[in-house]
């Protein structure tokens, strides 16, 4: 009996280890400044597959995922850092037993899901002189604590 004739074994769409695969996708995409289409082009992909990648509805095979690493420039370790122990928890072998739930409910209100902080990161590192973003951290340091009810 395979996993799919099992029906104990409920792996879905939208597992948290595929979104957290996904966002770290899009994370790398946007810091490059690369569209989904440009990134959809260099995998002979459309960009609404890319959509559905970046949000984990789709799966991403392993090949795919090496040839995602290569052109966006990083190890394919890359999309597993900062992998919660929560997400990892979800892993298909260990929702088949029961160990968890197949269930995985993004999270909209994660700052680093947000293309706001993708903008700002990537603008950030587009400042060359290092002295310049060190005041520009220092400044959203202070202002940040400033403000009342928005530390």
């Given at each position: 009996m395979n996993g799919n004739d099992d029906p104990n074994?409920?792996?879905?769409?939208?597992n948290a280890i595929d979104v957290h695969v996904g966002r770290r996708v899009r994370?790398?995409?946007?810091?490059?400044?690369?569209?989904q289409e440009?990134?959809?082009?260099?995998?002979?992909?459309?960009f609404q597959q890319v959509q559905k990648y970046e949000r984990g509805s789709n799966r991403i095979s392993a090949s795919r995922l090496w040839d995602i690493a290569q052109i966006l420039d990083?190890?394919?370790?890359?999309?597993f850092?900062?992998?919660t122990d929560d997400t990892a928890a979800n892993s298909p072998r260990k929702v088949r037993a029961g160990t968890t739930t197949a269930e995985y409910e993004e999270k909209p209100n994660d700052p680093m899901a947000r293309r706001e902080t993708l903008e700002l990161v990537r603008a950030y590192y587009?400042?060359?002189?290092?002295?310049?973003?060190?005041?520009?951290t220092e400044m959203v340091k202070s202002v940040s604590q400033a403000l009342p009810g928005d530390a």
């Open positions: 074994f409920r792996v879905t769409n939208n994370l790398r995409r946007t810091l490059l400044g690369m569209s440009q990134l959809g082009e260099a995998l002979n992909i459309t990083v190890p394919v370790s890359f999309f850092d900062d992998m587009n400042i060359t002189n290092v002295g310049v973003r060190k005041r520009i």
